[in-house]
């Protein structure tokens, strides 16, 4: 009969002894070992059938975005690399995953009380699951993000090399943490200056009222819309527009009271169809456009299509919530410190959606600064936050005893990191020759105009 893991509970040294017992069933030199299963599927044709139910007139889009370089194909490509590390040894560690973890999907935004935040900011792929995982594809990420800025594979593996170390050391650090300080703390060290201090400065910068000015545009008299962008922000027909806005009144239920009393101050005057990102092409994303005291006041926010995790066909027995928002929702809330205050959930036409605020100080960071002691500052960051996050959601000494106080873990997830980043542009050739082509034929979707695009929720 298997024994049950540890809580926090249990004494320390038996969840310590768990920790150290898990390098029997995955060794930290084993995790850093990649060959692709002899089982393995045709990459397109898994990426392929994991598109089902979204809008086919937008996958031409996402394919093309793929394509530009195995980095982006990277980013499109979540449900492969759930696959491969689903047919691997797991240490059986659990933590709540982002499950997208990779190098951009970091980024700034702002608190409630007003003050910037940097942290994990994608959650799409969010659920409880081997803490390895988020690990593994954040390190490769990092490889594949310094080739696209140009920087050498030496390089890269010194910047994994010291993720590893600082998520270790901040382990280390959150381990003997009274829970309520954990829950509290907030990573400052590394933001004055460096990669992340130019991404907090660009964040400062994207203030509501700048928003306004680039995404909208006065309505001969009637106040103002949307901008028409094609096919990056487009309008929807009144029907789609009405099932948005009535979706809001379910939306309010899942916030705080404080924040349904700000809400319940602002008029939504319209609705419009976003595209954002690479993996999340082709899902259902609407912008809503809302006024307070007057135009000079204006409230953003999206609603965005939330699907099941690509990690759910292989984590049975994990207990999320039935409803895909609520799952995005409740993952960030347990992973962040500080999450958006408009962070909620509802449902448009049955399907599933999270809601958040759509532009207020949030900003990313510029790929191209990922290169030399860029990289490297940002690794220090990024491995601390990870850190956090995973010790906030799983157990801190099981993951302290299977870390260890060696480099074993670093090396191994350098080698990882590398071999995968190898394995990923292989598949990038594959995936051009064979998706690309398709995605070059006439589409036979009409072009979207101001009340036309998009397609029913």
């Known amino acids: 009969m298997k024994r049950p893991s540890p809580t926090r509970f249990h004494p320390i040294s038996e969840r310590l002894a768990f920790g150290r017992n898990r390098r029997k069933v995955l060794s930290r030199v084993d995790l850093g070992e990649w060959k692709a299963a002899p089982s393995r599927p045709d990459p397109a044709a898994l990426l392929l059938a ?10 031409r889009i996402k394919h093309e975005r793929m394509a530009a370089s195995p980095f982006g194909f990277f980013r499109g490509a979540a449900p492969l690399m759930a696959w491969d590390l689903a047919h691997r040894p797991r240490t059986g560690i659990q933590v709540q995953l982002c499950g997208d973890a990779h190098a951009r999907n970091l980024g700034a935004f702002a608190a409630e009380d007003g ?32 080739r696209e800025a140009g920087d050498t594979d030496r390089s ?18 959150f381990f003997p943490m009274p829970v309520l300080d954990l829950m509290r703390y907030e990573i400052r060290r590394h933001l004055e200056e460096g990669p992340i201090h130019e991404v907090l400065a660009k964040a400062e910068r994207v203030t509501r009222e700048s928003s306004l000015k680039k995404l909208t545009v006065p309505d001969r008299g009637k106040g103002r819309r949307f901008v028409h962008q094609p096919p990056l922000l487009t309008g929807v027909p009144p029907l789609q527009a009405r099932q948005v806005l009535a979706a809001l009144g379910r939306y309010r239920s899942s916030v705080s009271p404080a924040r349904r009393l700000v809400l319940d101050a602002y008029r939504p005057v319209d609705v419009a169809f976003k595209i954002v990102g690479t993996g999340s092409v082709g899902t259902r994303d609407y912008a809503v456009l809302l ?4 135009e000079e006041d204006p409230l953003f926010l999206q609603v965005k299509e939330a699907l099941a995790s690509c990690y759910a066909p292989y984590l049975r027995g994990v207990k ?14 347990r992973m962040q410190t500080l999450s958006d205050p408009f962070l909620g959930w509802t449902t448009v036409a049955g399907r599933p959606y999270v ?6 100080h949030k900003a990313s960071l510029d790929p ?12 220090l960051v990024v491995g601390e936050i990870f850190a956090k996050a995973h010790a906030r959601t799983g157990d801190p000494a099981a993951l302290l005893g299977y870390l260890g106080r060696s480099e074993r873990l670093d090396d191994g997830l350098a080698g990882f990191a590398t071999a995968y980043a190898n394995q990923t542009a292989k598949d990038h050739a594959s995936f051009v020759a064979e998706v690309r082509p398709r995605s070059r034929r006439p589409a036979s979707a009409a072009k979207p ?6 397609s029913p929720p």
């Open 368 to 379: 191209r600064l990922l290169r030399g002691s860029s990289l490297v500052e940002y690794a």
């Open 156 to 173: 890269a593996k010194e910047a994994v090399r010291i993720l590893a170390r600082a998520y270790r050391e901040g382990l280390r650090r």
């Open 50 to 59: 994991s598109e089902r139910g979204r809008l086919l007139h937008l996958l």
């Open 291 to 294: 006024f307070g005291a007057s």
């Open 115 to 146: 003050h910037l935040v940097f942290d994990i900011n994608d959650f799409d792929e969010t659920t409880p699951g081997p803490f390895e995982w988020d690990l593994c594809r954040l390190a490769a990420s990092f490889v594949l993000a310094a």
């Open 320 to 333: 999320v919530p039935p409803h895909h928002g609520e799952r995005v929702a409740e993952g960030q809330h």
């Open 355 to 360: 809601v958040r605020q759509l532009a207020d």
């Open 449 to 454: 105009g101001r009340k036309k695009a998009g």
